[in-house]
T-cell receptor
Framework: DAGITQSPRHKVTETGTPVTLRCHQT?????MYWYRQDPGHGLRLIHYSYGVKDTDKGEVSDGYSVSRSKTEDFLLTLESATSSQTSVYFCAISEDNLAKNIQYFGAGTRLSVL | GQQLNQSPQSMFIQEGEDVSMNCTSSSIFNTWLWYKQDPGEGPVLLIALYKAGELTSNGRLTAQFGITRKDSFLNISASIPSDVGIYFC?????????????FGKGITLSVRP
C-alpha cells in the first residue's frame, strides 16, 4: 500500500463551521490531490499541489482551500461547511503528473455536514 | 471538459464468468488507468497503459489501450466473489504539464456465487 494516511476517517459537523482534513504521505511524492466522490459524479478534483506552497484549483474548488507547507502534508479546509459538501473525500499522490500520472489514493474521509 | 464514459452503471455476473468493460472518450488520451474500489476504501490501481495498442495483464485481469487512443478495455476472466466492487477508468490527456487525470463514473460489478 502507498503510504498515505487521511485523518479523520469520519467526521460529522454543523453547517457554518470550519473543517480541516489532513493527508499525510511517506512516499516523498511531489504531487498531491484532493478529490470528492459523490453518487452519480464519480471522482472530482478539488485542488492539487505540485510542490511545497504550490497549489492550483481543480474543477470543484469553490468553498475549499488547501495548504502544503511540507512535502508530506496536504490540508483541505472547508472555510464554512455547507450541506452540499457532505461527501467522501480522497487524497491522492503521484510522483509524476506528465506521461505516467499514476495516482495512489488514501482510504478516504467521510464527511457529513448537518 | 473532457469526459470518460463507462456504461452500464452496474453489471451482474455469475461466478466463473468472464466480464468485459470499456471506457470511451471523445478526446485522445496519453495514459489509461484502471482502478478498483471496495466499499469504504479508496481506489486501488489495477493496470496502467501507456501506448496505443498496448495489452497488459495482471493475474486474471487484462486491459488494452485502444488503437484510436480514445478508449480502453478491461477484461476479468473466471470471476470470483472478491471481484465485487466499483471499476473506474482514468485517462491522462496529451496536453500540458499540468494536465490532470479524468475519471469515469465507474461500473459496479456484482458476482453471484
Amino acid at each position: 500500500d502507498a503510504g498515505i494516511t487521511q485523518s479523520p476517517r469520519h467526521k460529522v459537523t454543523e453547517t457554518g463551521t470550519p473543517v480541516t482534513l489532513r493527508c499525510h504521505q511517506t512516499e516523498n511524492h511531489r504531487y498531491m490531490y484532493w478529490y470528492r466522490q459523490d453518487p452519480g459524479h464519480g471522482l472530482r478534483l478539488i485542488h492539487y499541489s505540485y510542490g511545497v506552497k504550490d497549489t492550483d484549483k481543480g474543477e470543484v474548488s469553490d468553498g475549499y482551500s488547501v495548504s502544503r507547507s511540507k512535502t508530506e502534508d496536504f490540508l483541505l479546509t472547508l472555510e464554512s461547511a455547507t450541506s452540499s459538501q457532505t461527501s467522501v473525500y480522497f487524497c491522492a499522490i503521484s510522483e509524476d503528473n506528465l506521461a505516467k500520472n499514476i495516482q495512489y489514493f488514501g482510504a478516504g474521509t467521510r464527511l457529513s455536514v448537518l | 471538459g473532457q469526459q470518460l464514459n463507462q456504461s452500464p452503471q452496474s453489471m451482474f455476473i455469475q461466478e466463473g464468468e468472464d466480464v468485459s468493460m470499456n471506457c470511451t472518450s471523445s478526446s485522445i488520451f496519453n495514459t489509461w488507468l484502471w482502478y478498483k474500489q471496495d466499499p469504504g476504501e479508496g481506489p486501488v490501481l489495477l493496470i496502467a497503459l501507456y501506448k496505443a495498442g498496448e495489452l497488459t495483464s495482471n493475474g486474471r485481469l487484462t486491459a488494452q489501450f485502444g488503437i484510436t487512443r480514445k478508449d480502453s478495455f478491461l477484461n476479468i476472466s473466471a470471476s470470483i466473489p472478491s471481484d465485487v466492487g466499483i471499476y473506474f477508468c482514468a485517462g491522462q490527456p496529451t496536453t500540458g504539464a499540468n494536465s490532470k487525470l479524468t475519471f469515469g463514473k465507474g461500473i459496479t460489478l456484482s458476482v453471484r456465487p
